[in-house]
């Protein structure tokens, strides 16, 4: 029997192994002429799998790189469009550089921590006064939906000052709630249901 698994390896799975039949017979053709007549066919049998994607930009140019790719980089024809190099696809990729990823308060995030800390290097003045106003409602926000404390002025301001290392020091008239979000501070009463003996 014979199995795909012990067939020879697709390049590309998405163009099927017919298309790689049809590109390693292509390989075999001697006659120049005859051999790009017969990789035209194939770009356009390539084009007709895909041909919701024939209004992308650069389609065709990347059928041919495909194309560059399935026949392992020796198709000698002249190609309408520069190749890519063999070696951009053997080549591992840097490491990515990973954060420390320490926070102070893991509930208001890293962009929270950083916001205050632009906010501290700021000079006094009414934009400064916004910012802290902006943050000082997210850090709310994010202490009613996973803390589940109460998001009290003075705990925001005292979580300012903390992650700020104390160089952001705010008053709570600085960082009070809107009007209107005073009733998401208070805590709610329980209702017992008395059940009937």
């Known amino acids: 029997m014979d199995y795909n698994s012990t067939r020879k390896k697709l390049a590309l799975p ?10 390693d017979y292509a390989l075999t053709i001697e006659n120049k002429e005859e051999r790009t007549k017969c990789v035209n066919s194939i770009i356009s049998v390539m084009g007709n799998l895909f ?8 389609f065709k140019h990347k059928l041919w790189d495909h194309l560059a790719i399935m026949s392992d980089f ?14 951009d696809f053997s080549s591992k990729p840097e490491r990515i550089a990973y ?5 102070q308060y893991r509930h208001y995030g890293k962009l929270i921590e950083q916001m205050i800390q632009q906010a501290a290097a700021m000079e006094d003045g009414e934009l400064k006064n916004h910012l802290i106003t902006l943050i000082s409602n997210h850090m709310r926000k994010s202490l009613l939906s996973w803390n589940k404390d109460y998001a009290t002025d003075d705990r ?39 059940k009937n003996n």
Do not use: W
Not at 52 to 57: E, Y
Not at 99 to 103: E, L
């Open 156 to 194: 925001i301001a005292m979580d300012i000052k903390g992650i700020s290392g104390g160089n952001l020091i705010v008053t709570e008239q600085q960082v009070k709630a809107p009007e209107g979000r005073e009733s998401q501070n208070r805590p709610r009463k329980k209702h017992f249901v008395r």
């Open 14 to 23: 998405e163009y099927g192994r017919h298309i790689q039949k049809m590109v």
């Open 99 to 103: 954060s420390d990823g320490k926070m």
């Open 51 to 58: 041909p919701h994607l024939r209004d992308v930009s650069d």
């Open 74 to 87: 020796k198709l000698d024809i002249d190609f309408p469009y520069n190749l890519p190099e063999p070696d």
